[in-house]
């Protein structure tokens, strides 16, 4: 079993928004492979559906405790079915790359996001791989309006292409593993 994480806020004020780009590649995974995700699953206080992806039987998970809890969601569900953490995949928007910009990581720090520090401190470790997304940088003064907002009608063009490589750079790491991934769409200017 292999868990893939989409961060982001619940609800229709949100839906949309910067940070909700994990949101949307988890979405639309579960789109590709008939995945329903609409139930709420408490115990992991998500939405959540599984089934296979690529020939591996993946977890979704849209954590609904919003963004600066999202760790324990995460955490519950790892404890759960007693994952690996290389085994989780956490897709999460990323201030410091241009919109559309995809990055994946076998570890690191949170870089200032409040999402990913929570699942850090609630998995005790940052050795777990991830898929940053780009939304753009702004002042620090600015950026809770700017991750909370939409995307201008440019933005939007360049982003429904990144949800699309970045739900094909999942799929490469669910079939072929993280060096893979990061070989074939770290290198990508598109």
């Known amino acids: 079993m292999k868990l893939v994480v989409g961060l982001g806020n619940p609800g229709p004020r949100y839906t949309g928004s910067r940070h909700n780009a994990g949101y949307a590649v988890v979405e639309l995974l579960a789109q590709r492979a008939g995945i329903d995700i609409s139930r709420h699953n408490t115990k992991f206080d998500a939405l959540c559906g599984d089934g296979p992806i690529v020939g591996q039987r993946t977890l979704l998970l849209k954590p609904t405790t ?92 360049a982003m429904a292409h990144a949800y699309v490589l970045a739900a094909d750079g999942v799929e490469t790491w669910l079939r072929y593993g993280l060096t893979k991934a990061m070989n074939e769409f770290n290198k990508r200017d598109e």
């Open 66 to 157: 919003f963004m600066n809890l999202s760790g324990r969601s995460v955490a519950a569900a790892v404890r759960f079915y007693k994952l690996a953490l290389s085994d989780v995949l956490v897709v999460f928007d990323d201030l410091d790359l241009p919109p559309g910009k995809l990055r994946f990581r076998a570890q690191g720090s949170a870089g200032g996001h409040n999402g990913m520090r929570d699942t850090i401190q609630q998995l005790g470790s940052d050795e777990f791989p991830r898929l940053r997304i780009g939304i753009g940088k702004v002042h620090r003064s600015a950026t809770v309006g700017h991750v909370l907002s939409g995307f201008t009608p440019d933005e939007r063009e």
